[in-house]
Nanobody, 123 residues
Framework: QVQLVESGGGSVQVGGSLRLSCAASGYTFNNGVMAWFRRAAGKEREGVARIDRDGIATYADSVTGRFTISEDNAKNTVYLQMNSLKPEDTAMYYC?????????????????WGQGTQVTVSP
């Protein structure tokens, strides 16, 4: 049984940083795609960052240059380093995974999801 467990969320002020972690069990990272999505209150889910089996990362335009996705295959954990946080980054952040394929714009193709971790950025 695959489980994804996010952690690292919290409350920070504008310009601050957080690092989210997504620990996987029952799933091997380097055989698939991992990504972070977020959903702000009253808004649709948004793809944030994605890393594929070759280690190639892609980002939403809104976070490019501020967020970095990375993975530690030995720990079966994917990270999202978030710097220069803005109030508009406030959302619930979810980790997603699939052994085949999905993109930041096709979250419905991701098979596995975590429960989410809340990030709140205050002015």
């Amino acid at each position: 049984q695959v489980q994804l467990v996010e952690s690292g969320g919290g409350s920070v002020q504008v310009g601050g940083s957080l690092r989210l972690s997504c620990a996987a069990s029952g799933y091997t990272f380097n055989n698939g795609v991992m990504a972070w999505f977020r959903r702000a209150a009253g808004k649709e889910r948004e793809g944030v960052a994605r890393i594929d089996r070759d280690g190639i990362a892609t980002y939403a335009d809104s976070v490019t240059g501020r967020f970095t996705i990375s993975e530690d295959n030995a720990k079966n954990t994917v990270y999202l380093q978030m710097n220069s946080l803005k109030p508009e980054d406030t959302a619930m952040y979810y980790c997603a995974a699939d052994p085949l394929y999905f993109s930041l714009t096709t979250p419905s193709l991701a098979t596995y999801w975590g429960q989410g971790t809340q990030v709140t950025v205050s002015p």
